[in-house]
């Protein structure tokens, strides 16, 4: 069964009106799809069979989003039914910031100020440690593997950057250039691996993304206030190393556990 029957096949059970539209992303893990629901523009999240082999929480996602509503930097969800992995959430007609020197408006001050917001919102009491669990599911796929040596490296280096006494927040854990919005203010997308992690994890992710030079990153820091520790330059490029190191990680993981799925072409 190829994937848009699949979805075809989901999408039967979303209740009121709804149409499917157009593609946006599609990836091993799920697709996405601008549509309209119940007559409002929206965006739609689907999962392949390869997310429920991910430690990713759906439920979770939905309750952290559901705790920073408040703050009015997310989009809204609109409908979400966990059993079949779908998540519909309201359209945001943003653009992807850019931090060149001559755009005034998308200022890294507000971006620090905002994603402070966010680091000092508390999680609710049952939010799962999808990042920890991440790395623990990371270390089970790739053990007695060719890949284990670089998973220990990058665990090894985690643990010297986590435990460090820094006071751990709500981090976002995934501040890629897809995942952040400019529309009057920055609007932080796709939640799925936010759980508690160590400040400068989303910190040197930004730095890293959009290959922050010194005087944008002390902008960063003027608006995220607090510890400016956080923003030393030698700090924060141990995270990048990791966060490196992830990224390959994760990658690898993926394919392991798409090896591992049954053929379903027939």
């Known amino acids: ?48 069979p390869s997310a429920s082999m991910l430690s990713i929480d759906r439920d979770n996602e939905v309750k952290i989003l559901n705790n920073v509503k408040n703050l009015e930097l997310a989009p809204k969800v609109l409908y979400q039914d966990e059993s079949a992995g779908i998540l519909i959430w309201e359209f945001i007609p943003g653009v992807k910031p850019s931090f060149k020197s001559n755009n005034k408006d998308h200022c890294l001050q507000s971006l620090g100020r905002e994603l402070s917001l966010i680091h000092n919102t508390s999680l609710p009491d049952d939010c799962s440690d999808i990042f920890s669990n991440s790395m623990e599911l990371y270390g089970n796929l790739l053990q007695d593997t060719v890949y284990e040596p670089l998973y220990k490296k990058a665990l090894s280096l985690f643990k010297e950057l986590y435990f460090d006494g820094t006071t751990k927040v709500l981090s976002h854990n995934d501040l890629n250039q897809g995942n952040l919005l400019w529309k009057n203010k920055f609007y932080f997308l796709d939640w799925e691996y936010a759980s508690l992690n160590h ?48 990224d390959e990680i994760w990658e690898i993981s993926v394919n392991v556990i798409l090896e591992q799925l049954p053929d379903e072409s027939d």
């Open 1 to 48: 069964m190829n994937s848009m029957v699949q979805i075809s096949e989901k999408i039967k059970s979303i209740p009121g009106e709804f149409a499917l539209e157009q593609n946006l992303a599609s990836g091993a893990i799920s697709q996405v799809f601008l549509c309209s629901y119940n007559n409002a523009k929206a965006v739609i999240r689907v999962d392949c």
């Open 199 to 246: 400040p400068c994890f989303d910190l040197a992710s930004l730095v890293n993304t959009y290959k922050l030079d010194s005087s944008q990153i002390h902008d960063l820091s003027i608006g995220y206030g607090g510890d400016q520790e956080l923003f030393a330059m030698d700090r924060l490029n141990h995270w990048i190393e990791f966060i490196y190191y992830l």
